[in-house]
């Protein structure tokens, strides 16, 4: 098989193993229960019928965001749907503004699709806020123009975007590649204003400036390229990016790097394949690679990692040990563990590295679980100790919740396995998947939120679940009418002192929690931000990068 071949074929597997967030789930009936919490209020979103059925609408795989796009001081609500809209509602339910991105694509009305999550951030230095997302299906025959878009904040597109990415891997022919990662903002240059820094289906790392300009140095080649020589490795990886990256400042110098994942994996220099490939595979080429790149796209010393298995988790950083240096924390990705005839266990990992690729004391190797890690890890304080825990949850075949002190120590209470209001385990742990940290009921620990089926399950710092576990219960049930394939989010939105939970489906659902602080959530939805860094510990970024509390 061909390099392109091969490509190919990896990528048209994880896309279909995406429709694991398989339709069974969509099977909850909530009848019987005492605990459901009603929502604060609801808002109907665009929707089209997903592929398995003609009436489930509930595959929207982006997040909610929360942010002030208004400057009333109170944070709003950007979601994005499957039909390709992107949708601002204002923290009372009521719309602000509804784009359909399939024209500014040049498509027809409804037919751009949407796997990334929106960022949002003044980027351009006007003073009001602009939206960042990634488009494109995760569907191989399905034809939709991949790129990245800034939409203002009245949701007319910018000067200078779309971005289109290549029609370089995935079918059909004359369909620019998906974005599926999720944008990342923060200043590369020093200049106030912010980069836009994501990675495509078409292999390529892209850093563009407020107006669409690529930023120097990128796309950067693959580490392979000096080695391999191959052609398609110049302004490209190996290999697919569904990975979103994280921006932090890791030695210190004001500027921040580019942490991401990639499937790219490695081939020849002592490198050995310890497990049978797929069936036509390039010889001695496997595993996955966490790169660093620096502003200007030169690799980071001590980087790419290389691992017997791919990264399509987006990697979280912090200073999890302490020692005043922010850590890289990544898990892996699914595709030899499913496609190789061994089944390879390599992936059954969460990994913890240095700011120079070196293995954290205690997480020597790999922290080993019972499965695939490719969500994304969330960051934060589970005990009020002051120090911040690692919690990841595993996909097939475990699908369990873990949590981890800095020093590599499990957290007392897990592995967990949260379960719907039914006891049922149904989250897929896929990539897009995360946590969001938050204090819910007052007692200024971290608890951990998460999508199972069609709700929210919340989980105590000690592995205990809040949320009901079986039926019928008094305990809180934070149900939505189909299955939730993102990540909630929590935030002040209404300014109340209190914090209020949002999820997204087909709808928009609001709750409040009336046991919360406004002020306490380590990691309070996707990427932890507005502008979706990933990074936990933003007093160690250059002042030029802190933000309103609203954007961090």
């Given at each position: ?466 949320t009901a576990s079986s039926s019928p219960s008094t305990k809180p049930i934070y149900i939505t009418n189909g299955t939730l394939r993102n990540n909630p989010a929590v935030g002040d939105i209404d300014g109340d002192g209190k914090l209020e939970l949002v999820a997204s489906n087909s709808k928009l659902f609001v709750w409040d929690l009336p046991g919360s602080t406004n002020t306490l959530a380590d990691w309070p939805m996707f990427r932890r931000n507005a502008v979706r860094t990933g990074a936990y510990s933003v007093a160690r970024l250059p002042p030029r990068l802190y933000l309103p509390l609203s954007l961090r």
């Amino acid at each position: 098989m061909t390099f392109l071949s091969w490509i190919l074929f990896a990528v048209i597997v994880l896309a279909l193993s995406l429709l694991g967030f398989s339709p069974q789930q969509a099977t909850v009936d909530p009848q019987g229960t005492t605990g459901v919490v009603a929502p604060k209020w609801t808002y109907n979103l665009p929707k089209k019928a997903c592929p398995w059925s003609a009436s489930d609408t509930d595959c929207h795989i982006g997040s909610p965001v929360l942010a002030d796009l208004n400057k009333d001081g109170l944070l709003d609500i950007v979601a994005v749907t499957n039909n390709g809209h992107v949708v601002a509602v204002r923290n009372n339910g009521v719309l602000l503004w509804d784009v359909d991105l399939g024209p500014l694509f040049g498509m027809s009305g409804g037919a751009q699709e949407i796997a990334s999550s929106p960022a949002v951030a003044d980027i351009d230095g006007d003073g009001w806020a602009e939206v960042v997302v990634g488009a494109g299906t995760i569907y191989s025959n399905v034809c939709t123009q991949g790129g990245v878009i800034v939409l203002d904040r009245n949701g007319q597109a910018k000067s200078g975007w779309p971005k289109l990415a290549e029609d370089h891997t995935i079918p059909p022919v004359g369909c620019r590649d998906t974005v599926f990662g999720t944008p990342a903002l923060g200043d590369l240059d020093g200049d106030g204003r912010l980069e836009i820094v994501v990675g495509g289906w078409d292999m390529r790392l892209y850093a563009w400036h407020a107006d669409g300009t690529l930023v120097s140095g990128f796309p950067p080649d693959s580490a392979l390229y000096p080695r391999l020589g191959w052609s398609t490795l110049r302004g490209r990886l190996g290999d697919t990016i569904w990975s979103s990256p994280a921006l932090a400042d890791l030695d210190r110098d004001g500027y921040p790097e580019i942490i991401i994942g990639s499937d790219e994996g490695n081939m020849g220099d002592g490198w050995t394949c310890p497990y049978r490939l797929p069936a036509g595979w390039t010889a001695g080429y496997c595993g996955g690679s966490l790169y660093v790149f620096d502003r200007n796209g030169r690799l980071r010393p001590g980087f790419p990692k290389y691992i017997h298995e791919i990264i399509s988790s987006s990697p979280a950083v912090a200073d999890i040990n302490g020692d005043g240096w922010l850590d890289i924390i990544v898990g892996t990705g699914t595709f030899y563990y499913t496609n190789s005839p061994d089944h390879p266990t390599a992936g059954f990992r969460l990994y913890a590295w240095d700011r120079n690729g070196n293995d954290l004391p205690g997480w020597e190797g790999g922290k080993a679980v019972g499965g695939t890690t490719p969500s994304s890890p969330a960051i934060g304080d589970l005990n009020g100790d002051g120090q911040p825990e690692v919690v990841v949850a595993t996909y097939d075949p475990e699908r369990k919740l873990y949590a981890w002190r800095g020093n590599g120590q499990p957290v007392s209470g897990f592995p967990m396995r949260p379960v719907t209001e039914q006891g049922q385990a149904l989250t897929s742990f896929e990539v897009p998947a995360s946590f969001v940290l938050a204090d819910y009921d007052g007692n200024r620990d971290m608890e951990i939120f998460l999508s199972e089926g069609w709700g929210v399950a919340i989980v105590d710092g000690n592995g205990q679940q809040i949320t009901a576990s079986s039926s019928p219960s008094t305990k809180p049930i934070y149900i939505t009418n189909g299955t939730l394939r993102n990540n909630p989010a929590v935030g002040d939105i209404d300014g109340d002192g209190k914090l209020e939970l949002v999820a997204s489906n087909s709808k928009l659902f609001v709750w409040d929690l009336p046991g919360s602080t406004n002020t306490l959530a380590d990691w309070p939805m996707f990427r932890r931000n507005a502008v979706r860094t990933g990074a936990y510990s933003v007093a160690r970024l250059p002042p030029r990068l802190y933000l309103p509390l609203s954007l961090r």
